[in-house]
């Protein structure tokens, strides 16, 4: 009967979308968030701000590493130096978003 009981309270809750994890159900990919990352930032505090990307590739001859968070639409690409830091493209960090609002 507990189950029941159980079932009864957990069950609308997943069909509301609501977060029961803890761990929060927000997106971290905004534009909000894609404008904080500066150029030489390094990859501890952009994982403060964006989380754990979803996707880490790294070229040994280029010396650069590329991190992408995804999420539906919803894309945030990092490049890092051989370093660990955001690499700068002349104006700016070297960064690039798609489907963000």
Do not use: Y
Not at 64 to 71: F, I, L, Q, S, V
């Amino acid at each position: 009967m507990k189950i029941l009981q159980w079932m009864m309270v957990v069950v609308p809750l997943f069909s509301l979308g609501c977060d029961v994890s803890g761990r929060g159900s927000a997106t971290k990919l905004t534009v909000e968030n894609f404008l904080k990352i500066k150029a030489g930032m390094n990859h501890q505090e952009v994982t403060l701000i964006l989380g754990q990307p979803t996707e880490k590739e790294e070229s040994e001859e280029l010396g650069m590493r590329m991190w992408r968070w995804r999420e539906g639409n919803k894309e945030i690409t990092i490049f890092f130096d051989e370093w660990g830091n955001v690499m700068f493209n002349g104006t700016s960090a070297f960064k690039v978003q798609k489907g963000l609002e």
